[in-house]
């Protein structure tokens, strides 16, 4: 049989067991450290450890230290800086030092020594630092090289500046210099292709290439006509430099000197060929121009693929300013955009010209830039034709203006002579976006070597087309100085051809065209509704005609249907999106326009604001109506937004005056309850009714003088409590706010606004006992109406009644107490915090779960 101890002997045998296992486990732990000490290596030098000495199985004896000599460190060793690096820094800091002293001999102890010794101390400098780089570079020394280098071009410059001062003094400034820098260039050229290694002569050689042609034209007193043509001589060397130039560093050098000249002689001949008056005087400055063009051309051909679309489009735009400078030479500079623009379109025939890609695509961004420059220059009559119809705002109805509609639109001071070619211009584009969208597969076939536009091109191009033609016939009434009843008429014809394009365009699928032709139709309107504003009859024909027609947009657009079947998931969303946007805006405009309407009505009847007010709730009257016949469209909603919106209008209006701000309530009371019997509508409209009808009541009374709100409010709680009761038997789930909401918030609300303002005690007390019992209903009964309107009556007429006891008490207090009591409570609130949380959470649920 198996021992078994007591309890007691196991468990101080066990005791003993776990004390040996926690000494074996130190003498372990005290090795493996060990170990790990002798087998890392140490970061610097350290000594390499013995054998140990055991004196036991698991250890070395305490006495036993390592006693290796010093190893060799086991890490890389630190870098040092070569002898070959530190004589290149000290040489390169010599030749800065030896050229900053040959400038400053040159400049300060010139005159104390004679010719001779002026030229031998020259040359042999000169001479020295141009041959120590050959011998520099043998040996390896670059970067001393370079500085020598660099001293002797400065060397090189001074001994030009004193041969000007020794040898050529009469000689005249600008053209030594222009002689000396050809020079310089050629000497600093062949000593870089002498002395290939070095980086800096070349670009150093093509930089001066840049000074002589200048300076010649500038000592023999050129015009500006020679100093183009200087510069554009001087970019076509540096293009040739680019183009065949040794390394990178010449050729990116060439390059910036190439555009940069070209530049600057395209902008001086571009300036007087924009200032020519005859055509003869623009023939020199066009050849250059056309010379310009020839070079970016050249350049273009062999440059890569940016800076041939580049050279592309400065070839491009040279072209049109050289051919559209001469044709419109002595032409009235309001109709030079329209000759720019022509030649402009004209350069998209160079598609078809055997041009390299890249050149191709540069030049039609030429001929874009020019279409958008016209553009651009023709659009300022569009907006003062559209800004200008806000100053009617400040006269209405002050009659039409016998000026026309320049005088209508505050702009009959300016030269609209000068923007006559406006429209032209506006509408030519438009007509050749026009033919480009109707004829886009062909146009995609004649361009398809240079350009491959998308269906997203196609778009854009219809949709611009739109834009500018509406934009130009908007313009036309103020440039050809109609009379304001034409302009007025014209307008509203072009907002109602803007409405039937986006009509057609939209149900046929046409997005992009029928959105912006929708909203110029939107612009439109505004513009003439503003511009209809200087004379009565003008605002009734405009506006009702505006009303025919975006409501029959609106209606014509129910049934419109966006094609998205073959459209991602996103997009087909977004299209969606859209088009009901698109379905909703022209309802809502139709609202605006007849709120519009019932306002003139008002006014033209003599009534003041206030009594103008319920007419302008005939809108949403006739919107609740159609909300409840459109029902689920994408427009009920905002259309009944809107004639919201014009309900809080004829309430802002009503609001000086107390008893027509009841009647305006009421009324809207009345129309919030009749949308609240459709379903969908009845969570927000109900609530919505029963706030106007007491709000209505509260304005009455308070209109009335009434000081006693009791005799009114209760013969209109007591039945509404007993409709409330009958409610609430037939649907024991119905809220009570919905049975007695109503009903407790007519009479407590306007007795607790009186109690405020009673100075006797009766009133309060009546209330607070009324308050009183019905929180104690509301809790007994679980009914959250009660519970809530009651407690709050309650809390508030306490509050009123106790508040000067309060400050009383307050005031006969130290002054340090509040504070103290405040922090006290702190402290409470803060050491019992969950327990106040899930009180709150309880007693938020509870209140939740009651009617």
Avoid at 35 to 59: D, E, K, R, Y
Avoid at 158 to 167: F, G
Wanted: proline share 7%; aromatic share 6%.
């Amino acid at each position: 049989m198996e021992h078994v101890p007591p309890p007691a002997e196991e468990l101080a045998l066990l005791d003993r067991e776990l004390a040996r296992l926690d000494a074996r486990r130190s003498q372990l732990l005290v090795r493996r450290a060990w170990l790990l000490s002798v087998l890392t290596p140490p970061a610097g030098p350290s000594a390499m450890p013995p054998a140990p000495q055991f004196a036991g199985p698991f250890g070395p004896p305490p006495t036993a230290r390592p006693s290796a000599p010093f190893a060799a460190p086991s890490g890389p060793p630190a870098s040092q800086a070569g002898p070959r690096s530190a004589q290149n820094v000290l040489l390169t800091l010599g030749g800065l030092l030896l050229t900053i002293a040959a400038i400053a001999f040159t400049l300060v102890s010139w005159g104390h020594m004679g010719i001779g010794g002026r030229s031998a101390v020259l040359a042999v400098v000169t001479l020295a630092a141009l041959a120590a780089p050959a011998v520099l570079l043998r040996r390896g020394l670059s970067a001393t090289a370079e500085s020598l280098a660099a001293l002797a071009s400065v060397l090189m410059i001074l001994d030009a500046y004193a041969l000007h001062r020794v040898a050529m003094p009469d000689a005249d400034g600008p053209g030594f210099a222009a002689a000396a820098s050809a020079v310089l260039a050629v000497l600093w050229g062949g000593y870089g292709l002498l002395l290939g290694r070095l980086r800096l002569p070349l670009p150093l050689a093509v930089v001066s290439a840049q000074l002589p042609l200048l300076l010649w034209a500038w000592s023999a007193g050129a015009g500006a006509t020679a100093f183009g043509w200087a510069l554009l001589l001087t970019a076509a060397l540096d293009c040739a430099i680019a183009v065949r130039g040794p390394g990178l560093a010449v050729r990116v050098t060439a390059c910036v000197g190439c555009w940069t000249t070209g530049l600057l002689g395209l902008l001086v001949a571009l300036t007087q060929s924009v200032s020519a008056d005859v055509a003869s005087g623009a023939v020199a400055p066009a050849v250059l121009l056309l010379a310009g063009a020839a070079l970016a051309l050249f350049g273009a051909w062999r440059a890569p693929r940016g800076l041939a679309v580049a050279g592309g489009v400065l070839a491009g735009l040279s072209g049109v300013a050289a051919v559209g400078g001469v044709l419109r030479a002595g032409v009235d500079w309001n109709w030079s955009v329209p000759v720019y623009l022509l030649c402009g379109a004209v350069l998209l025939a160079a598609v078809r010209a055997p041009l390299p890609r890249p050149v191709g695509q540069g030049l039609v961004w030429a001929s874009s830039t020019v279409t958008v420059a016209s553009v651009l220059a023709s659009a300022p009559p569009v907006g003062m034709s559209l800004m200008g119809t806000a100053s009617q705002l400040a006269r209405v109805w002050s009659g039409a203006p016998d000026a026309g509609v320049r005088a209508a639109l505050g702009t009959e001071g300016l030269a609209w002579s000068q923007l006559t070619a406006a429209p032209v211009v506006l509408l030519v584009v438009a007509g050749l976006l026009g033919a480009a969208h109707r004829s886009w597969d062909r146009l995609v076939r004649a361009a398809g070597p240079v350009v491959s536009p998308g269906p997203a091109w196609r778009n854009a191009a219809g949709a611009t087309a739109t834009a500018l033609c509406w934009a130009g016939l908007t313009a036309l009434p103020a440039v050809l100085g109609l009379s304001y009843a034409a302009a007025v008429s014209a307008q509203s014809v072009l907002t109602a051809a803007a409405f039937a394009v986006a009509v057609r365009a939209l149900r046929r699928g046409t997005g992009a065209v029928g959105t912006t032709a929708l909203v110029c139709g939107l612009a439109g309107a505004v513009s003439a509704g503003l511009l209809s504003l200087a004379a009565q009859a003008a605002t009734y024909a405009v506006f009702a005609v505006l009303l025919l027609v975006l409501g029959a947009v609106a209606v014509l657009l129910d049934g419109a249907a966006m094609p998205t079947r073959q459209l991602p998931d996103a997009r087909a969303v977004r299209a969606a999106a859209a088009l009901r946007i698109t379905q909703a805006v022209p309802a809502c405009g139709a609202v605006v326009c007849a709120m519009v309407l019932a306002r003139a009505a008002g006014a033209s009847l003599g009534l003041a604001g206030y009594q103008a007010a319920p007419l302008m709730l005939a809108v949403p009257g006739v919107t609740v109506l159609l909300g409840a016949r459109l029902r689920n469209r994408p427009s009920a909603l905002p259309v009944e937004l809107t004639g919201a919106l014009s309900a809080v209008v004829a309430v802002i209006m009503a609001v000086p005056d107390r008893p027509f701000l009841a009647l305006v309530l009421a009324l809207s009371g009345v129309l919030a309850a009749g949308t609240a019997v459709r379903a969908e509508r009845r969570p927000v409209a109900g609530y919505l009714a029963v706030a106007l009808f007491v709000l209505a009541t509260w304005v009455r009374l308070s209109a009335s003088g009434v000081s006693e709100p009791e005799a009114y409010t209760l013969p209109v709680t007591v039945p509404a409590l007993a409709v409330g009761v009958l409610r609430r038997r037939r649907d024991p789930e119905a809220s009570s706010w919905t049975a007695y909401g109503a009903g407790l918030t007519a009479t407590l609300v306007p007795s607790l606004f009186a109690a405020w303002v009673d100075p006797h005690w009766l009133r309060p007390l009546l209330l607070g006992v009324a308050a009183l019992v019905i929180t104690l209903a509301g809790a007994r009964l679980r009914l959250q109406a009660l519970l809530l309107v009651g407690g709050a009556v309650l809390a508030l007429d306490a509050v009123h009644e106790l508040a000067p006891y309060v400050v009383q008490v307050v005031g006969a207090l130290p002054r340090w107490l509040p504070p103290a009591l405040a922090g006290l409570l702190l402290l409470v609130v803060g050491a019992t915090y969950e327990q106040r949380l899930r009180d709150a959470r309880r007693l938020k649920e509870t209140v939740g779960r009651m009617r």
